[in-house]
């Protein structure tokens, strides 16, 4: 795995899982992507802000976003976003290797002692992060709306200590 990945890259796997509904939002156009990688992007700063990837055979397979508060409360954990994998390499551990690079980078680079993150419900994910020691700390029923009629649970997940 690398830490770093070129914004054109991140887009296309972005749009990859939009497209193919499976990220944690309804399908959306690749158009759509682009405009949320761009922000994730600027965004980015080594203490608060880092967008790790996953790499298999060369070609980007996975990324998430993981950030900090710097805030005196709450700057000893921090909050997973945009964990997505390309759909078509599911099932080959990159999910969960990338989850351990995550964890080692969390605590060695940035110095925390937690990590959270929010996840659909419904879709086994509660399972997946479950099996990698995470742990389910609330939920918000019904919250997600990915359509008429398909609402899902938010699930708030921690994962401590790292």
Known sequence: ME???GFSRAVRVGAHVAVAGTAPFPPVG?????????RLVCGLAP?????????LGGEL????????DPARLVAHWGTLHHVQTRPELRGRGIGGAL???VRQVAREELGLEQ????ARGGAGLEEFYA????RESG??????RFGPGDDRDEVLMHLAPL
């Open 47 to 55: 203490a608060t802000s880092r967008l790790l990837t996953a790499s």
């Open 99 to 101: 989850m351990g690079y």
């Open 139 to 144: 939920r918000r029923p019904g919250v997600l």
């Open 30 to 38: 690749p158009g759509e992507v682009v405009p949320a990688v761009d």
């Open 61 to 68: 397979a996975g990324w998430l976003h993981v950030r900090r």
């Open 115 to 118: 990590l959270h993150l929010a």
């Open 3 to 5: 830490p770093r990945i």
């Open 131 to 134: 099996r990698l020691g995470w």
